[in-house]
């Protein structure tokens, strides 16, 4: 740890309000490896609330590309949080890639570990409750230390110079294996159908009465955007210098359930009521996507229904519709 | 690795008011790379401090320029409508999948274009009478709210020349017009198709396709006659930003132009 320190930024979970946050971490003391999940994802580390894209000058119109993207280090990521992370280096490497992300991908090292589900995680339904890859390193609690895989070149450079470690005994692994027992008879929220069931139960509910039901209490704040660590939209801003004549164009994240999302020219909204926009956020993660990306977007973090002001639960949400579909 | 969100300068080498709200530019790119692109593809247009938004091609391919044509409706347009000769614009593109016009060779084609439509239909009306003689019949029908709003005028008389069947129809008449008065639907029942050898191709406002679409069905058009050019928000052009989606498509990527027959299964489309 106290080598990770001293090479890299590094960025883990603390404690906050007594509840587990992603921040900066200075000292060893500073990180409290947490079980339950964060209430903001680690995206944000990847793909910045606000991110500068070029610097420009008004005056002679020149501008130069920023691409800023420096060695840091991420402890503390959850399988799905991981499983998150994959899907965001698709999208971001798909078709034209983005410089900005893949550049930050490319300096940042993943130290995953492991998890005790809380009433909102779901990732068991989905099968992203588990990671053999996307990390560096990943380390896995027991009553004496840590039990540690790698899956990169990188992560093996790092553990075997910065920390002592030992093959795990027999009594380890079995330790590790009735946690992980444990672990799957506590989740709470399942969902009640197969993961490549979902997106033709999506293709079939787009006239569900499910959508008006919570189209009717929804604020459209967009918090469910923000805590997502799979939602990746954004918007585009040019920011002006007090002097007029430098500025910056910055890219901010967005969210599909924000009022203005899908406006343009006369005031024509394509998705008007909150019961639209909501249908498009649960489709972009369970049907839309998966054409392209062969993959559902939602990793079963449940982030976005243990942030809504209006309790919207996902799984709710969903287990409604494959009840539908089971009546039609 | 290059950034597809830095933008290449374009410098106004003519820039012309053509109404109220509408004004012209001819811009010549610092890059000729940018000039390799169809009719029915945009630019993302810019100014530093300003931002950016889709902006349509109005030249075809060949052109030395790029032509646009920009309606003053918010806070960049109407910068844009500063640009005098000699200033610089920025741009990104040419973005989205055009017109595929080897597609529309040997068939009879009804273009109708409603408001800044006839922006990207001009590119289109452009590049097909370039090579008139691989078209059929050539019909261009174009609605405006007003004549003072109808753009292009003065270049519908060479086009006239070279084969093209221009009606033109305004929303609200006054004493000097002359032509047809009513929405452009008025208009195509009176256009004679012959069945299966004519397609449509459509550009306008949103409130305008779900109309324009049951007339030119009604005279015998299909799903798969049908061109279209959508209108989203956009900010990126390159499939990122998620504003453009229409259910599982982005238009950046996908359209702007689509025909009938592609956006079954998108209810979100028009
Ligand atoms: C593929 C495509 C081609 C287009 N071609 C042309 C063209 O050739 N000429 C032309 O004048 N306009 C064209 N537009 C519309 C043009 O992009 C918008 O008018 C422009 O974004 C408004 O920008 P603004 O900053 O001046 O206005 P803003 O201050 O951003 O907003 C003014 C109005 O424009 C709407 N708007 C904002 N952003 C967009 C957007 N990206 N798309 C549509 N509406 C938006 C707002 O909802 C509001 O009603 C095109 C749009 C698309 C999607
Ligand atoms: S967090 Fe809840 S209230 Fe806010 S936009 Fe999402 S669903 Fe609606
Ligand atoms: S949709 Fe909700 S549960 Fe699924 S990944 Fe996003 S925040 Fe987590
Ligand atoms: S404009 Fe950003 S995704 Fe199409």
């Known amino acids: 740890m106290k080598g990770l320190l ?46 500068v894209l070029l610097k420009f000058n008004m005056r002679t119109s020149t501008h130069v590309p920023v691409i800023e993207a420096e060695k840091q280090v991420l402890i503390g990521l959850h399988p799905c949080d991981i499983k998150g992370m994959g899907l965001m280096d698709r999208v971001f490497s798909h078709g034209v890639s983005d410089p900005n992300y893949l550049a930050r991908r490319e300096q940042t090292i993943v130290v995953g570990t492991d998890c005790v589900p809380d009433e909102y995680c779901f990732c068991s339904s989905l099968g992203t409750d588990k990671v053999e890859d996307g990390f560096d390193i990943f380390l896995h609690r027991i009553s004496r230390g840590f039990l540690v895989r790698t899956s990169t ?50 293709a079939k509910s787009d006239e569900s009465p499910v959508w008006e039901k919570i189209g009717a209490i929804c604020y459209g704040c967009g918090a469910c955007n923000n805590v997502c660590p799979t ?46 926009r909501l249908r498009h ?33 996902i799984v709710d949400v969903t287990n409604e519709l494959i009840r539908e579909s089971h009546r039609r | ?30 890059s000729e ?19 950016e938004a889709p902006i349509s091609i109005t030249s075809a391919p060949g052109d030395t320029r790029i032509e646009l044509c920009v309606r003053a409706v918010g806070n960049l347009t109407n910068a844009l409508h500063k640009l005098r000769k000699g200033d610089r614009m920025w741009l990104r593109g040419p973005f989205g999948r055009g017109f595929a016009t080897n597609e529309m060779e040997g068939r009879d084609i009804v273009f ?52 093209l069947d221009v009606q033109l129809t305004v929303d609200k008449a006054e004493a000097r017009w002359k032509g047809n008065t009513g929405v452009v639907t008025t208009l195509i029942p009176k256009v004679s198709i012959k069945e299966k ?42 499939g990122k930003c998620g504003h453009c989606q229409i259910n599982s498509v982005y238009v950046c990527q996908c359209g702007p132009v689509f025909k009938l027959s592609e956006l079954g299964g998108l209810p979100e489309a028009i």
């Open chain 2, 197 to 238: 050898e004519t397609l449509g191709v459509i550009i306008g406002p949103p409130v305008m396709y779900r109309f324009v679409i049951l007339s030119l069905k009604a005279l015998g058009l299909g799903a798969e006659d049908i061109y279209m050019s959508l209108e989203r928000r956009m900010k990126c052009g390159v």
């Open chain 2, 33 to 51: 790379a940018l000039l390799a692109y169809r009719p029915g593809q945009f630019f993302m247009v810019g100014l530093p401090g300003y931002g």
């Open chain 1, 153 to 202: 070149d990188r992560g093996a450079e790092l553990l075997s110079r910065l920390a002592d470690s030992r093959e795990p005994t027999v009594r380890e692994l079995k330790e590790l294996e009735e946690r992980g027992a444990q672990r799957e008879r506590a989740f709470k929220a399942k969902i009640n159908g197969a993961p490549e069931d979902l997106p033709a139960i999506y």
């Open chain 2, 112 to 163: 109708v274009a409603g408001g800044i439509g006839i922006v990207p239909m001009r590119s289109l009306v452009k590049a097909v009478l370039a090579e008139r003689e691989r078209f059929g019949r050539l019909t261009l029908i174009y609605g405006a709210r007003t004549p003072e709003e109808m753009l292009f005028t003065e270049e519908m008389d060479n086009w006239r020349r070279r084969g």
């Open chain 1, 281 to 313: 956020r649960f489709n972009r993660k369970f049907r839309y996507l998966a054409g392209t990306f062969d993959s559902l977007f939602c990793v079963g973090c449940g982030r976005c229904s243990r942030t809504c002001l209006v309790k919207i639960n």
């Open chain 2, 1 to 30: 690795m290059d950034s597809p969100y830095l933008p290449f300068l374009g410098m106004v080498e003519r820039s012309m008011r053509l109404s109220e709200k509408e004004r012209f530019f001819a811009v010549v790119p610092s």
């Open chain 1, 6 to 51: 001293r090479e890299h930024k590094v960025y883990g979970t603390v404690e906050k309000d007594g509840f587990p946050a992603f921040a900066e971490i200075f000292e060893v003391d500073d990180l409290k490896l947490s079980e339950t999940p964060t209430h903001l994802s680690a995206k944000e580390f990847l793909f910045p609330q606000r991110e």
């Open chain 1, 231 to 276: 939602c990746y939209c954004f918007d585009v801003k040019d920011e002006v210098r007090p002097n007029l004549v430098e500025g910056e164009r910055v890219r901010t994240w967005d969210g599909c359930t924000l009022e203005d999302f899908a406006k343009v020219a006369g005031e024509h909204n394509f998705r008007k009521s909150r019961a639209e």
